[in-house]
């Protein structure tokens, strides 16, 4: 870093700074470790319901078997949340709807596909109006079942934690920037086709 | 109230107008034409059905026809709510056109819309006809009648099925 | 720039008269729209579009089909006993409610019927999954609500009667229990003891109930006298369930056609006659109450006529001798490959059953082959839904939850 002295003031380059900086703290005091560890003891899902699968949904957030003892709360807000859960069917009308709630998440955001019909169309396989979910967004992991029981899903949930801890997802963003392998594999534009703005 | 007194009430009240009554297997139903099916609605408010359970249509393309129907009941009159008369129109495949009865019961007017989108049967006079349930791409294919076929991995996979 | 059609607050009365030291001029204003969407606190998977005046609601649309699934149309290309865990995943908490009526209609077709223990097995179903329903629409109605103690207690509770039906059946929600001529599998040996359990605690918990929700200050005064529907209009628009028993009509389908055994059992329909959510709500725990009596007696009648059929004399004779010596061991009825292919004599006919949330109608059409001709399904949900284009307006914004969840409106029932 070449810093100057022009009458008793440093100058130097902010950019350069910033990115040694970063370096530094991610690369070789790990500070990266502790971000995907606090972020996997809190992933917050979004309220958004899908489809039948809903009701097991609400079901492991209910006493019995409580989702909440992992840290996850679902919230309201989708600028507030961390990740999204795809319970079931995604029809043509809901996948917009998934697609713009997907989009208004802050990074780094992740995606559970739950039930049969998120996989490759469940019972509704060769229905005309369902679309399959990994061809909206991106899918970190999948639950099969029709419903899946809820301790398949915080099971689930124990996954994608094991996942954000093992191949670093969430400080990767703050280290390489823009991540093109997590773009959605369809434009916006297709999904959203039908709806007026 | 059983199938066979509802009948003779029926025939008592329409008179000419319906074009057939029937019971078959306790199941009521009144074949009425396209142009008398809003006299023959309101008749049979007057005798005190006063709601719509259910607004379907049939695609019968052998016989090139459609057959919208009403299934109508009555909760204020106790010896009516018991059965289920079925009010039927066949139009014209081509061209199916018949005039709405939300004037007459308002409780058609949502599943009159789901048959629009599905067979494409106009609804004339229906405050507002446009689709429920599928996105404007889909209702335009009208995608319940018999010849918008839905594949199926079955035993009967490459058997021409019977309405092809 | 579009006027206020109501015309309440800026125009009218007060326009161009002068008033010591002010002048009074009309104000154009425009209505505000909101997309409640398939995205929002409580989340049920539909739109609604709303258009405002200030707070107060002047028209509601309900932009429905978020959970189409199509089944009418699978419903015709797969063969007779197909649909039946197809049609299931419209109410999925309300399995047996809604496959019933539908195995009822072929059954009238077929002129079989089921075996008397095969009728009280299903009505044993039918009562779990109605409790189980209303308690997971007290639940989410919790939630709309800001009511989050009234959510866990509702869907713990619940547990309890899920826990039930797991044992009876097999599967948490999906039983897909009744088959045309009787039921797939027997009651356990330990299962009346387990119902009776159930339905002692379930009783306790309904004092508790009362105590913090439906007789809570807040929330009564968040209930009463909204969403008033009266009589007449809802014979008019034609609603199903508790909603058009808590505006004075006399109407359920297990009295009006009462279809399995329901004529035999001893059972009230509550009714009450204000119309507004919280009568709503009062029907809804009366109607738990009369469903753990049915309980009760289900299981007595089932303990003492135990090794009775649970499918009629001809298909048990038909079963080769395998399939017998595990029918007489378990009592599990496996199905043969015969069932997948039956065919159904021609005709139509309708058939309906009362859900929790209402009155459920099938009409089937069938023209003699494998699959069936023309499979019709109107569900409670879907004659519910105009409601909201007639009833919301002229109520205030945050009046939009109490409704929406006091008729326990449920999408994906609504959509098929």
Same mark, same amino acid.
């Given at each position: 870093m070449d810093v100057k002295a022009v009458d008793k003031v440093y100058v130097g380059n902010i950019n350069v700074a910033a990115r040694r900086a970063r370096e530094l703290l991610l690369g070789k005091l790990k500070l990266g470790d502790v971000i995907d560890w606090a972020t996997t003891f809190s992933l917050w899902p979004v309220h958004l319901m899908t489809s039948c699968c809903g009701a097991e949904f609400a079901a492991t957030w209910s006493p019995r078997f409580d989702a909440e003892q992992y840290g996850a709360l679902p919230w @309201?807000?989708?600028?507030?949340?961390?990740f999204i859960i795809i319970e079931g069917t995604v029809t043509r009308k809901m996948a917009c709807a998934l697609r713009i709630t997907y989009e208004q998440m802050p990074h780094p955001k992740f995606v559970i596909a739950m039930g049969a019909c998120a996989l490759d169309g469940g019972l509704f396989y060769n229905s005309y109006n369902i679309v399959r979910p990994w061809e909206v967004v991106p899918v970190d992991v999948y639950i099969p079942g029709c419903p899946p029981p809820p301790e398949a899903v915080a099971r689930a949930i124990i996954d994608l934690r094991r996942k954000i801890r093992e191949k670093k997802l969430a400080s990767r963003w703050l280290i390489?920037?823009?991540?093109?392998?997590?773009?959605? @594999?369809?434009p916006a534009d297709d999904v959203c086709k039908w709806w007026r703005p | 109230m059983k199938p066979e007194e509802l009948l003779e009430l029926l025939k008592h009240a329409l008179g000419g107008l319906a074009k057939e009554v029937t019971v078959r297997k306790g199941y009521v139903e009144v074949l009425v034409d396209a142009d008398s099916v809003v006299p023959v609605a309101n008749k049979l408010k007057e005798l005190g059905f006063d709601h719509v359970k259910s607004v379907t249509a049939t695609d019968y393309p052998k016989e090139s026809k459609i057959r919208v129907t009403y299934h109508v009941s009555s909760y204020l009159r106790e010896d009516l709510a018991k059965p289920i008369l079925g009010l039927s129109v066949d139009l014209p495949r081509d061209n199916p056109v018949m005039e709405s009865l939300t004037g007459v019961w308002r409780s058609s007017e949502l599943q009159e819309r789901e048959v629009y989108e599905f067979f494409g049967v106009t609804f004339r006079g229906h405050p507002d006809l446009r689709p429920l349930l599928l996105i404007p791409e889909l209702a335009? !294919? !009208?995608?319940? !009648?018999?010849?918008?076929v839905v594949k199926e991995e079955s035993i009967y996979e490459g058997v021409p099925h019977r309405y092809q | 720039m579009k006027e206020s059609p109501i015309g309440t607050s800026s125009s009218g009365m007060l326009e161009g008269q002068k008033l010591q030291g002010m002048v009074v001029r009309r104000v154009e204003k425009e209505l505000y729209e909101v997309?409640?969407?398939?995205?929002?606190?409580?989340?049920?998977?539909m739109r609604i579009i709303v258009r405002l005046d200030g707070d107060v609601i002047v028209e509601a649309d309900p932009d429905i089909g978020y959970v189409h699934r199509t089944m009418e149309k699978l419903s015709e290309v797969r063969e007779w006993l197909k649909p039946i865990p197809l049609l299931e995943r419209m109410t999925i908490i309300d399995a047996c409610n809604i496959t019933v009526p539908y195995v009822n209609a072929l059954e009238k077709l077929m002129d079989k019927s089921p075996p008397p223990r095969a009728s009280y097995l299903r009505v044993l179903l039918c009562e779990i999954n109605r409790v189980a329903s209303h308690l997971y629409g007290f639940g989410i109605f919790g939630v709309f609500l800001g009511h989050s103690t009234m959510y866990m207690w509702a869907f713990g509770d619940r547990e309890v009667f899920v826990e039930l039906a797991e044992v009876l059946t097999g599967a948490r929600l999906t039983h897909s229990y009744p088959i045309p001529g009787g039921v797939r599998r027997d009651m356990p040996q330990d299962f009346p003891e387990m119902a009776r359990r159930a339905v002692r605690y379930m009783r306790g918990r309904l004092e508790e109930y009362r105590r913090i929700f439906v007789d809570n200050p807040v929330i009564v005064k968040r209930l009463e006298g909204v969403g008033v529907i009266s009589r007449n209009k809802a014979a008019e628009l034609g609603i199903v369930g508790p909603n058009v028993r808590a505006s004075g009509i006399r109407y359920d389908v297990r009295l009006a056609e009462p279809y399995e055994v329901y004529d035999e059992l001893d059972f009230e329909i509550p009714v009450f006659e204000e119309g507004d959510a919280l009568a709503r709500t009062w029907v809804r725990v009366e109607e738990i109450k009369q469903s753990l009596s049915i309980i009760e007696q289900a299981v007595d009648w089932l303990e003492r006529h135990?090794?009775?059929?649970?499918?009629p004399k001809e298909d048990y004779d038909k079963l080769p001798k395998l399939h017998k010596e595990v029918y007489e061991k378990t009592g599990r009825v496996k199905l043969l490959p015969v069932h997948a292919t039956m065919k159904i004599p021609a005709g139509k006919a309708i058939a309906r059953g009362e859900m929790g949330r209402g009155e459920i109608i099938y009409y089937v059409e069938s023209d003699g082959g494998t699959t069936p001709y023309r499979v019709r399904v109107v569900t409670p949900s879907a004659r519910n839904a105009i409601v909201f284009k007639?009833?919301?307006?002229?109520?205030?914004?945050?009046d939009l939850p109490a409704i929406y969840g006091s008729i326990d409106y449920f999408p994906p029932e609504a959509d098929r």
């Open positions: @309201v807000a989708p600028r507030q949340t961390n390489e920037g823009w991540r093109h392998d997590r773009d959605p @594999v369809k | 335009e !294919r !009208r995608v319940l !009648r018999k010849d918008f | 997309f409640i969407g398939p995205q929002h606190p409580g989340s049920g998977h135990k090794g009775e059929p649970i499918i007639y009833i919301v307006p002229g109520h205030r914004l945050m």
